[in-house]
């Protein structure tokens, strides 16, 4: 599993004195936590952002010191791979209000010098993206060659063309959408009520006990239906029962129940409950349709590549087309790339051949053009 | 709302003394819920049997007495209605395993004077048409005129074609499927774990404390938005903004999400945690496919009118398709009917107009014919 390619991969933090949120709260300090890969060349033109989904963070690839599984996009960046490593300056960091160590609902509050809990202000996609641009500056970097993520990752890459289009030469939004349907503020709010549920929630103030461990898995098998497709759920299980035990009782008799009670409890223990809450809020609000997408008194050059997946019941390619509409009536170049997948949702993660293949082409002609 | 047409309805109960269930295990005494509508004819032709859905019960059509709300399919049941009972007997009983009267884990279980819980032993559909057989005997039936359900009314449906088809002259089995995909099993799941995740469920026995009432809520929930489609949603509550409520916090911001809430709060009032474990074990565990719905020693006679909605994906249209194949090919007279409809998995209890058209020339055409 080893991607000695990259080397070993260490996560970095940079730290800001206040963030002023889209809410006019104000959050100080900020941590952010982040990764890069590859080397940014001296005219700093070869930079790339990826920005994670939900439940992702910054470690978007190779493998770090002690560990053996590789970052949550590891087929899609590296040495030869879509985001190349041997040509671009890739950088992930973790979004605020996360848990992946940049600041977050189970940070240290410094007013009370304890966790913010509850405490912790709402935060919006934006905010995550003002956070970004903190660290672009930091690094130096004036104009990012590509932003791309899928998810929340592609709501982000929609929400940097809107927030800062200047800085932004190309954008791949990925299985992503402009706004939350009903159905999918739905999908969210159960799973938050599955958390908020749990006596062991204690309205947000668990950290010196126990995390909401029953109600936060019970939240993550709920998405993680949702990631899959019914055809990729019965090629993977079908009907099949367990084999350790006597079958028709209420404990997992059938393969895909245990497959999602594992996938409940692993979660537990790599995000906090909180980050849950306040991360699906962010997705539910945000709103960049009805042409809010495109400001109205700024020039985007931004060059689009957008991807939608066949099977994705949660993010339909409905949704990816209204953004190419939207892009399209505004005049910016920009395309739709439909891929056949049974994976649902989750073919972002998993679709490497056919997502390098678009990638890497369109890559190299906006860096070849800038 | 009153259905005066139908008079007062009132609840009948019916016990008898031993159920053998599938598993070789017993039940006794059962008790079974019913209700009933028109008259018998005096050579007991006219008999239809109703079954119910998961959450459903025995209180199919018309108002019961010192209530206002009608019964779960009044739009079909009544005179003149698509099961007309100026022509028609129509039966309805709560299935076994369930809280609607009949025996189920909230019955005294007579070996300890204390609710079953989780000593009630697992039920199968076929236990749950086999009681119903109990009942239809009791009132001197030989056979039925049809029977029909939706949803797991409509794996009842296609149980009693397996189990006793020499007593059904015809069947209407609506958005339902032979065995559930894995899709259809995880949902199912999640309910159950959101239930078991509550400490109020207290492994079952619970029926002199706190009903596990978070965790039910929870469940009911994940199960609403299965009922409703994408579509339905959207014209439902776009992404309207609760009104009396500051938007952006944990309290239900969005008008789907206060709705949700709603239902289930309402549902926990109504229904038995345990209940909701049971039956929907039965339904995962319900397995017709593979041609095993037509016993290969028994003559089937019975006509089929398969109905399925458009947009329902829960139990999506392939389902239907395999259960018209699967007749088709035993040279069985069998019609599906695809009914257009934005309302997902509710439709059937929604879609009046369409469903009549279809069901009422149908059963017109079985009873001139018997």
């Not at 030869?80 to 605020?96: H, L, M, P, R, W």
């Not at 920009?334 to 949702?345: D, F, L, N, Q």
Request: glycine share 8%; proline share 4%; hydrophobic share 35%.
């Amino acid at each position: 599993m080893k991607n000695a390619s990259l080397g070993t991969i260490n996560t970095q933090y940079f730290k800001f004195s206040e963030l002023v949120l889209e809410s006019g709260k104000k959050i100080s300090p900020v941590q952010v936590a982040y990764e890069t890969y590859g080397t940014l060349n001296d005219n700093k033109t070869n930079a790339i952002l990826i920005t994670h989904a939900f439940s992702g963070d910054a470690h978007v690839a190779g493998v770090k010191e002690g560990e053996n599984k590789p970052g949550w996009w590891d087929i899609m960046i590296g040495p030869g791979k879509a985001f190349d490593t041997d040509k671009y300056f890739v950088i992930c960091s973790n979004v605020i209000g996360g848990c992946g160590g940049t600041t977050g609902p189970s940070s240290i509050d410094p007013k009370t010098s304890r966790p913010y809990g509850l405490n912790f202000p709402m935060i919006t996609i934006a905010d995550m993206v003002n956070v970004q641009k903190h660290l672009i500056d930091f690094l130096g970097i004036d104009k990012l060659l590509c932003v791309s993520g899928g998810s929340m990752g592609g709501m982000q890459v929609l929400q940097w063309v809107n927030s800062f289009p200047e800085k932004i030469i190309s954008a791949i939004p990925i299985a992503t959408a402009m706004k939350h349907s009903p159905q999918q503020i739905a999908f969210d709010e159960v799973g938050r009520q599955a958390i908020m549920a749990d006596p062991d929630w204690n309205k947000g103030d668990y950290y010196d006990k126990t995390q909401p461990e029953r109600g936060l898995s019970v939240a993550r098998m709920i998405g993680h239906i949702t990631y899959m497709s019914d055809k990729s759920m019965e090629e993977k299980f079908s009907r099949k029962l367990k084999e350790d035990k006597a079958p028709f009782s209420f404990s997992a008799d059938f393969e895909v129940e245990g497959y999602l009670r594992h996938r409940g409890d692993s979660f537990v223990k790599r995000f906090d409950a909180n980050s849950y809450l306040y991360i699906t809020k962010a997705m539910d609000h945000f709103d960049l349709s009805d042409g809010k997408l495109i400001p109205k008194d700024k020039k985007v050059d931004t060059r689009f590549l957008v991807i939608g997946f066949e099977s994705d019941w949660l993010y339909p390619a409905y949704q990816l087309r209204e953004i190419i509409q939207c892009l399209k009536i505004k005049g910016i170049d920009a395309t739709y790339c439909h891929i056949k997948s049974h994976y649902g949702h989750d073919a972002f993660l998993l679709e490497k051949e056919e997502q390098t293949k678009l990638i890497k082409p369109f890559l190299n002609r906006v860096y070849n053009a800038g």
